[in-house]
Every structure is written in structure tokens, then in C-alpha cells.
């Protein structure tokens, strides 16, 4: 369960820090989050005063590079339902910008490959199916943008999606 936990939180972290940065956060950034500072207070044994010592006790959680990689997987869903949520308010550009990261961050998992952990690959396929999403937005944005009103894009692209989905035997 903490490891789970830790993948949603480094989702939350990365695709907080990617709307206010318009870029990746890294995993050091990340850990230095995650280091706590607390004071306990002590009696000293000293009876004849009442202060107390204060000790500063530190914990920290470690965010593993396997963790990270499974939780900026996860944020691309989140970037490509930002993306067809920007069609859908008129945002035009943002497609395009999200497009281009996407490709940047399946482009560092397909490094990997099969060569890291089984839950990478797999998060892989799903990465790939945003990525599909946002560039067949960006294409029909390109191709057709001019034709459609702008207040019906989130009808076209909710369609799309759905397409996209049955295609690959999605629910």
C-alpha cells in the first residue's frame, strides 16, 4: 500500500509542479518534499530548573526511481484529459504544448523499455494511448479546427476518445 501511495503522490506532485513549471519535476525535488522536522520537548534532569530541551527529530520518505517513473505514468492520464478539457474551453494551444511533452516523456519510457521493471512496460501501453489521444486532438485541431465552432471541440473529441478506446478494447 505505501509504495501505491507513494506512485499517487509523485502523480499529484509531477502534474501540480508540470501546471505551474510547464516541465517535469525530478525525483530529488521530490524527496526533499518528503523530509519531516519535528521538536520533542524533554525533561532535563536538572531538578532545579523547569526548561525544557528541545531536540529536533527528523524522518524523510525515499521516493524510489521505480515509484517515480510509475507515478509520472500515471500523470500523463491526467495531461491528456487536461488536454481534451483545454479543447473543450477553447484552448487551442495547450493541445500542442502537451503534445510535444508527452512525446518527450514516451520517448524516455521507450529507453527503458523492457528492460526495467514489468510494471514500467506496462504503464508503457497506457502512456502510449494518451499520447495517442492528445496528437489525434492536436491533428484534428490542425486539420479540422477551422471547420468546428469552438464550443462543440468537446463533443468531437469525446467521440474521438471513445473511437480511440474501442479500438483498443477498452471499456
Known amino acids: 500500500a505505501v509504495f ?3 506512485q499517487e503522490y509523485v502523480e499529484a506532485v509531477s502534474f501540480q509542479y508540470f501546471i505551474k513549471t510547464r516541465s517535469l519535476i525530478s525525483v530529488e525535488e521530490i524527496n ?3 523530509i519531516f522536522t519535528a521538536e520533542d520537548r524533554e ?3 536538572n531538578m532545579t ?3 525544557h530541551d528541545k531536540q529536533p527529530h527528523t524522518w524523510s520518505l525515499k521516493v524510489t526511481p521505480v515509484d517515480y517513473l510509475l ?3 500515471d500523470m500523463t492520464g491526467e495531461l491528456m484529459r487536461l488536454c481534451i478539457s483545454s479543447v473543450g474551453n477553447g484552448d487551442i494551444d495547450t493541445p500542442f504544448e502537451l503534445s510535444q511533452f508527452l512525446r518527450q516523456i514516451y520517448d524516455g519510457f521507450t529507453f527503458i523499455g523492457n528492460t526495467g521493471p514489468y510494471e514500467v512496460s506496462k504503464k508503457l501501453y497506457t502512456l502510449k494511448q494518451s499520447l495517442a489521444k492528445v496528437e489525434n486532438a492536436c ?3 490542425k486539420v479540422r479546427g477551422s471547420e468546428i465552432p469552438k464550443h462543440m471541440l468537446a463533443d468531437v473529441f469525446s ?3 471513445e ?3 474501442q479500438e483498443e478494447g477498452l471499456p
Request: overall charge neutral.
Open 4 to 6: 501505491s501511495g507513494l
Open 71 to 73: 507515478g509520472v505514468a
Open 163 to 165: 473511437l480511440i478506446d
Open 43 to 45: 525533561e532535563t534532569t
Open 32 to 34: 526533499k518534499q518528503l
Open 49 to 51: 530548573s523547569n526548561s
Open 139 to 141: 491533428y484534428t485541431l
Open 159 to 161: 467521440t474521438k476518445t
